[in-house]
């Protein structure tokens, strides 16, 4: 008698030819497998599902699409080391652009720079961020 992938072992009316599946112990390791695997799928599927109810209605960016994937992006020990090494710089850098834009904003450097980084964003972030300007 076969139950889902779980069998048992044939009465003496049935023929071992009848069960699909000859070797119980390998089947259960199978099913087991089967299981497993289905598990990991299914918590990766929760996770991008959690992932994109995260979005904003109206996307993230204007015009862009995104790649997900349930697990992060991994990068080895010399690249993180470089990126440490950088820290200090990619600050400065953020800050210059934080600068710009906000000069942007105000109307001390071109317009285009805000509205090229505000595209597509939700006008409540939008708003929410220029509450911090000085």
Avoid at 29 to 45: N, S
Avoid at 50 to 58: G, L, Q, V
Wanted: with cysteine; charged share 25%.
């Amino acid at each position: 008698m076969i139950v889902g992938r779980l069998c048992q072992t044939p009465s003496s009316k049935q023929r071992l030819a009848e069960t699909p599946y000859n070797n119980c112990a390998l089947d259960v390791r199978r099913w087991a497998l089967d299981v497993c695997f289905m598990t990991q799928v299914q918590v990766q599927d929760d996770r991008l599902t959690a992932i994109r109810a995260a979005f904003p209605k109206e996307g993230l960016f204007a015009e862009k699409e995104w790649l997900l994937s349930p697990d992060a992006f991994p990068i080895g020990k010399k690249f993180l080391a470089d990126l440490e090494q950088l820290g200090h710089r990619l600050s400065v850098f953020q800050r210059a652009c934080n600068q710009l834009y906000h000069l942007s904003v105000k109307g001390r450097q071109p317009a285009w720079i805000a509205r090229y980084l505000d595209a597509g964003k939700p006008k409540e972030l939008i708003e929410f961020s220029r509450r911090w300007m000085a």
